[in-house]
Every structure is written in structure tokens, then in C-alpha cells.
């Protein structure tokens, strides 16, 4: 059953990317690779996020601005999507929710608590994933040193019931008009679990963006490329 929702529900996403309005602003960079920042959509704006991800792993976000400074969302992933595996998995839907509750100062940094629930890494045999989800987390965003270069970083609380904190941060070096670069460190609790990445966006246009990152970089066969291209519209 679960299997022949996949093209309709990857065709209802792209038609109604299709469908809107272009939005005439750049488009707020919630998120760099894995690392949130406190930037939210504004209020009636939409942002459809597609990534392409290790083991032929397709997962589509779609993420809105309900209200001013709040921002819900929810997330689909398909495993062995891509390639010629007749082994396909739809992943059980995840979703996600920001709250901007303080726009930032010359002094201070923009501040922002949501929730992530999206996972990656999926093992079939264990079921397992290989990063779990984010879970609640605090983050906080502001511009530093020179103009373009922004800085961001948090808390998070992956699993509830385990009580482990986590650390994360990252950067983003805004070159020209043209795109960005990225590089954060997440999951910090210990070295060995930590994550390395980096990578490139591209704004292909204003509300239009492709970028490229490698994954948990140093950990041998855990190293992952990916692809994502982010449209964000007004409905």
C-alpha cells in the first residue's frame, strides 16, 4: 500500500512547488546542512526542501509560515528509492516546528527553539538510523566579524527519555550573490559520535537553491554525499 502513495505524494509535492507564486525576497536559511539557525519563514511563505542521500535515500520537508516567527512543517522519506532496488521503504513521516522568539540585537544573536524529528542512516536490518533525530533544541544566529559571515549554534535534546544534551555549530560565508559556503559541526556529546560537515550552496535563483555536502567527515564508511534543492514560494 505504502509503496503506491510514493509517486503520487512525490507528484502532490512538486505540483504544488509548480503552482506558486515565485517569492520576489531571498529566501531565509533555516537551515545550513544539518544545523538549524534561528531564521523562520515569514508569515503565508512555503519551502519545499528535497534531499538525495546515501543508499539511493530520497527525503522531501515541506515546511511553512503559519503565523509571524512560527514556522511547522512535516518530512517524508523514501529508502532505495533511487537505483534499480525492488526493495523500496517508505520511512515513517517525521515532523518539525520553529518558534523565532527573538529577532537579535547589534549585540545579541537572533534566538530560536524548535523541534526536529528527522533521521538519517536508515539500516534495514537493525531498522535502526545512523543519526537520530534532533529532537528539541535552542539555537541561536548572528552575523559576525565581516558582513556575510554568520554564525550559529545550540542545544539539543535527541531522545527524552535518555536525557543526553548535544551541541552543534556552523557557518555560512555568503559569496556574492551567487551562494554560500557551509560548515558545521554537529551531534557533539563525544568525538567519536560528533559530525564534520561541509559543503556549497548555490542560489540558482532568489527562491531557488542547490546545494552539495559531504557528511560526517573522518568516519570512513560512514562518509555520505548528498544533494538537496530547496524552492521557497509564498501560497
Known sequence: ????????????????????????????????????????????????????????????????????????????????????SDHIKVLTPDFQAKWKVYDGSLYLPAIAIGYDGRRYGYNRHTKKYLDDRKGGYLALTREIFVPGLDASAGVNLSDFDRHDVYFFMGMSLRVQEWGALLAEWDNINSIRDSRLNL?????????????????????????????????????
Request: hydrophobic share 50%; aromatic share 8%; charged share 15%.
Open 1 to 84: 500500500m505504502f509503496k503506491k502513495c510514493i509517486v503520487p505524494l512525490f507528484c502532490l509535492f512538486l505540483s504544488l512547488a509548480a503552482a506558486a507564486q515565485e517569492a520576489d525576497m531571498a529566501s531565509p536559511q533555516t537551515l545550513l546542512i544539518d544545523v538549524p539557525t534561528a531564521a523562520v519563514l515569514d508569515k503565508y511563505q512555503v519551502s519545499f526542501l528535497t534531499r538525495a542521500y546515501a543508499d539511493g535515500s530520497v527525503m522531501e520537508s515541506l515546511d511553512f509560515g503559519v503565523i509571524p516567527q512560527v514556522n511547522i512543517g512535516m518530512s517524508l522519506a523514501v529508502y532505495e528509492l533511487v537505483g534499480n
Open 199 to 235: 559543503g556549497a550552496r548555490v542560489n540558482i535563483t532568489p527562491a531557488l537553491a542547490l546545494s552539495g555536502a559531504v557528511r560526517r567527515i573522518g568516519r570512513g564508511d560512514e562518509n555520505e554525499r548528498i544533494l538537496q534543492l530547496r524552492y521557497v514560494t509564498n501560497f
